[in-house]
């Protein structure tokens, strides 16, 4: 059951008890316990649901836009800041940089073509056309490939490139372009939000705290009602 329903509960059979035998602290405590445990209740409830007459009540719904406003504050303010993003430029390793993945999609048959026109437009052309022409370099296109993705796979491996990579992405305007895409993708994912949606997030983040104050709630409300029980004999 419910922590929150079992609270109230239980409350509501110590007043109605204390009531029916006749047993004024044990009906106080059962009162005042009810009435703190129904008072944390309703204020959990008005946080999340709006409450026709209840000034404030719905905060969360209501709020859904500064909510929002608050995400992205958060995230360019604190996480995505020019000095974390230059912070981890450079604390990371320039070794840890690996674009092989992006060499090995590049498709390098421009090159390979833009080669076979220079040679046939230099003073080698002559020469080529009597062996073939352009035909007889075919054969070497993929071997031409492959070589030139082995070496430049070999050239981002090294620490002088990896150097100069790092140094380029330091920059303040690189920084500053990267801050704004983030931010960008950032709008964009809190566009998708919806305040149903956010009302759910976070009642399923403090559900079970929110449950322990309505017990609280009716723990110190009985105790209340004890002292004020005694008090009044």
Known sequence: ?????????????LMVVGYVLQQHIVMTIGLFALSGALTNWLAIHMLFEKVPGLYGSGVVPSRFEEFKAGIKHLMMKQFFTQENIDRFLTTSSASSID?????????????????VSTIEKSSFGGMLAMFGGTEALI??????????????????????????????????????DMQAKVANIVDQRLNELTPELVKQIIQDMIKTHLGWLVVWGGVFGGIIGAVAAVLQQ
């Open 1 to 13: 059951m419910n922590k929150s329903i079992l609270t109230n509960l239980i409350a509501a059979i």
């Open 139 to 176: 054969p070497l296109k993929e071997p031409f490939i492959e070589k030139m993705k082995l070496s430049l796979v070999e050239l981002a491996q090294s620490e002088e490139f990896n150097a100069i990579l790092v140094n380029e992405l330091e920059k303040p305007n690189v920084i500053a």
């Open 99 to 115: 674009l092989t993945p992006v060499i090995e999609k590049i498709d390098l048959a421009p090159s390979f073509d833009a080669l």
